[in-house]
């Protein structure tokens, strides 16, 4: 199992758990996206918004590896805004590669991307006729 350093392993002052310190004997607890409902606390929401901000300050938009990353955690953004970023996806794998989804956290999660600059793809450039400049 990766372990990701410099992860943060919660959420501060909270005992809402972003890391796990050591593989599970009985394998990874399996990733399956779990419903939130419009009533969840506003800690939930928060655990949820800075798990997603940690996510984005150490991979980005690129592809990782779920590795030490808490199951529990990721469930509640797996299949919205992080997805998965291998076929065939094994949902039971500490190896599984995982990527974020920018469109859907700027739906959800507005406030977490407005700490990143988001640079626009360059293949979806200028239309016909406009400039770069």
Known sequence: ????????????????QFTLRRANKGGATPL?????????????????????????????DAPFERGNLDAGRLNWLFGREIVAAEEPFDPESYEALLKADLKVIQRSFP?????FEIIDDPEDGPEDGEDWA
């Open 1 to 16: 199992m990766l372990k990701h350093r410099g992860f943060p392993s919660r959420l501060t002052g909270t005992d809402y």
């Open 32 to 60: 399956k996206a779990r419903e939130r409902f419009a009533d969840r606390k506003p800690a939930d929401r928060r655990a949820d918004a800075a798990f997603l901000n940690a996510i984005l300050e150490n991979f980005g």
């Open 111 to 115: 406030e977490v991307l407005d700490r």
